[in-house]
């Protein structure tokens, strides 16, 4: 463990195929797809990619790290991930410690993330549950989503215009009208947690 390098992906350019093929063994996506991800995180600042990397130069650990909107100081932290066949040696919390050494020598003083199920391992490094937040993530996939549905029940609840008065005369004579609609609950606005646990950790 004491053999092993953290560093920036912008540090490591060359290792850039290499982090596309280590995610998407965790998360499957097309390399072009997370090639560009990657591309866009090869930075010196956020949003950008660290790796940890042993000394035959393989990547055993990521993070990536982005800005907050409204949130000057803290940092959205996602995309974590240690080597499959390298867990179990608190290899997970020596990366977090030195994404938050690596934010606090940089003048940011919390860290936000999301899980599906390592709320208990993210409560070991000192992080706390909270409600949801807007991050990068949220912006460009949840929020869009929960507009679409909000808006399909508004145009579900608009009543449909009603026929003339000669189509209702002839309706009327052979078909009773049907009952009204029941009233349509409003969309509710908050995001749903049953998938992502948001957590938040003061450094």
Known sequence: MSDLIF???????????NSVKFLNEEWPRSDGSREHSQNKSCRSSPPMSFLLINSENE???HARVCH???????LWIES???????RGQKLGKKL??????????????EAFLSTDDQVEFYK???????????????????FPAMTKFQ????????????????QSTVCSSTVPPPPPPP????????????????MHKKL
Not at 96 to 109: A, K, S
Not at 124 to 142: A, K, N, Q
Not at 183 to 198: G, M
């Open 7 to 17: 560093c920036t992906l912008h540090e490591r350019q060359d290792l850039l195929k």
């Open 124 to 142: 070991r490094c000192g992080y706390l549950e909270c409600d949801p937040i807007i991050h990068s993530t949220t912006s460009t996939s949840v």
């Open 59 to 61: 990547i055993v650990g």
């Open 80 to 86: 974590v991930m240690i080597k499959n066949t390298m």
């Open 183 to 198: 009233p349509i609950s409003p969309a509710k606005s908050s995001i749903s947690t049953t998938l992502h646990q948001y």
């Open 68 to 74: 907050l909107p409204n949130r000057p100081k803290s």
């Open 96 to 109: 977090m410690n030195l994404v938050e050494n690596w934010m606090l020598e940089n003048n940011f003083d």
């Open 151 to 166: 808006n399909s029940a508004t145009i579900a609840s608009i009543p449909k215009p009603s026929f003339s008065s000669q």
